[in-house]
């Protein structure tokens, strides 16, 4: 059972790009969590989505981010016009529907702004 | 949530127990303790989880106070791998986000 896919591992844009970072979940698991880990720091929640919804995006930034999880396909968050504050690591994380606390995370995408 | 405190840092022996401590004063009834650790550049990986009892899965044991105020992560015998940042997350049951502290960085040593 393949566990939580991110992709790309490593992304490199300058500023005023856009970057799209996609995570497949655990197979079975229909809950995906985003969260934000900058240099030195713990790991911040940014959203929770099921299929098709967002359910909390409380942790969301309210410009140029945003996430979606459709019906088919992965997880994607998005983050339009890329400033050097962007730069972290990004990871997603999977789970099943009743056990949202035991979170399975994917090895993370590590962005560079330039 | 409640508010966790832990230590910063501890040192362990290679093949020692390791005793991660985790205070959660203001803990309520309802609210589950959970531990994750997140090696050096990855993501972080659930280790185990509970409420009142103590339990044990295959990674370490988890020992909770009779008052559930503070409770310790055991794992038995400690390799060089176990060293990770440890973070003791409290939460109410059916929400939803993991909110992780500093959480303890642990190194263990040959």
């Known amino acids: 059972n393949a566990g939580v896919m991110q992709n790309p591992r490593h992304l490199v844009r300058r500023r005023g790009q856009e970057a799209r970072l996609r995570c497949s979940p655990m197979?079975?698991?229909?809950?995906v969590y985003w969260y934000r880990q900058l240099p030195e720091e713990g790991l911040k929640f940014m959203v929770y989505?099921?299929?098709?919804?967002?359910?909390?995006e409380s942790g969301m930034p309210k410009e140029r981010f945003s996430a979606e999880f459709p019906k088919e396909g992965p997880s994607i968050l998005r983050i339009q016009q890329v400033v050097r504050g962007d730069s972290a690591a990004y990871f997603c994380?999977?789970?099943?529907?009743?056990?949202?606390?035991?979170?399975?995370f994917g090895p993370g995408t590590r962005l560079t702004v330039t | 949530d409640a508010k966790t405190t832990q230590p910063t840092s501890m040192d362990c022996a290679e093949g020692r127990a390791a005793n991660l401590p985790c205070n959660h004063s203001?803990?309520?009834?309802?609210?589950?303790v959970y531990w994750y650790r997140q090696i050096h550049s990855q993501g972080p990986q659930y280790i185990i989880h509970?409420?009142?009892n103590n339990e044990t899965n295959e990674m370490a044991s988890l020992i909770i106070t009779e008052d559930r105020k503070s409770s310790t992560l055991i794992l038995p015998h400690a390799t060089l791998r176990d060293t990770a940042v440890y973070y003791c997350?409290?939460?109410?049951?059916?929400?939803?986000?993991?909110?992780f502290g500093t959480g303890t960085r642990l190194q263990v040593f040959p």
């Open positions: 509970g409420l009142k």
């Open positions: 994380a999977s789970s099943l529907r009743d056990r949202i606390y035991e979170q399975y």
């Open positions: 997350i409290v939460r109410v049951e059916n929400t939803d986000k993991l909110i």
């Open positions: 197979k079975g698991h229909s809950h």
């Open positions: 989505l099921q299929k098709e919804n967002i359910i909390d």
């Open positions: 203001t803990i309520s009834g309802n609210e589950y």
